[in-house]
């Protein structure tokens, strides 16, 4: 079958990739500790578990707007507004089936032929992916793992042409962990209003923070109307398959991006928009409670990775991955990954999953309990002192 020219420029997540590989090993009868996936281990607190089933029972199971529900999207932007110091509106939030798709829309009303965007790397690879999909060129702002995953203001500067039209940053920072220091956060914005430059903020980590206060670029003077906030429950709130997430857009975007939705997805599942209403709203127990045991997860894992020969361990700043690096075991990030999945049974991701700048490194996502945690460490440990 000929596909469509565009599709050779769609990219993947890796992570998906490696869960079947897993998966086979496992019905193969392997043991595998799955540290792959992006996912809180936590099942979905019961409050908003039970908001869904009283919305199906309730008749919540029919379309509903495309941006999603006035009440959802106000009780959005008032959350938005008091986490991220800003003046936010419902009707600048769209509602979309998870906060993926927040990419993909921005992305696909912005970027033609082109056009450059400057996206984090290492990084989400579906930034890249959208980038070139869109005919975009994607320009990748490195994250240096000597300044503990941040930019270099200066490169970035460098980077920036008259052809710029996106700059996409992400913080606490999947698969680094890191966060944006406030100089750079700040100089960014300057960058973005000197050159007519939108932003979009991939924020969907910033409960998953361990130290220090979230800032968000949306906050600084007159970013408000040039910033897409991305955000949304599967993290938070741990709601993977719930499929729901949101975006902040300028006035301009809404009628576009909504447009988007109607052609692709119509709306998101009615019942599960009332379900995310009880999240803002309610009780935050169930969500506290897990970022403080991924924090307790975060310790061991980093100590006991330092404590393996060849391997080196920043402490990250926040969301749920470790990104060390194991170059000083002799093999290559890719062999590394390939050959602790096939010989110890432990799944990781190659750094390279998320860009050329993670060369070297690995990802471990430390969503899984602290005694696999555990065992994974002995095992990593054994695969790399024989
Ligand atoms: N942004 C980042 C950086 C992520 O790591 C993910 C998921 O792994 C998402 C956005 C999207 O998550 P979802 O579509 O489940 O809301």
Redesign the pocket.
Known sequence: MKLAQRMSRLGT?T?FEILAKAQKLEAQGKSVIHLEI??PDFDTPGNIAEAGRNAITNGFTSYNPSPGYQDLRDVIAAELSSTRNIDAKGDNVIVT???????FFTIMALIESGDEVLYPNP??P?YESMIEFCGGTAVPMQLHGDKDFNIDINEVRNQITPKTKLIII?SP??PCGSVIGREELEALSVIAKENDILVMS?E??IRFLYEGSHESISAYPGMLDRTII?D????TYA??GW???YGLFPSDLIEPVSRLVTNSVSCTASFTQQAAIEAITGPQNGSQEMVKEFKSRRDIIVSGLNDINGISCATPKG?FYAFPNVEGTGLSSVEFADRLLEEAGVAVLSGESFGKFGKGFIRISFANSTANLEEALQRIKKFVEQ
Do not use: H, Q
């Not at 089936?97 to 990419?103: A, L, Q, S, W």
């Not at 949304?232 to 993290?235: E, V, W």
């Open positions: 997540e992570a992006g996912e089936p998870g906060g993926k798709p927040i990419m990084g989400f579906i992400n920072n999947n991939d969907i980590y991305l949304g429950f599967s993290k709601m993977t499929r729901i997430g969301a």
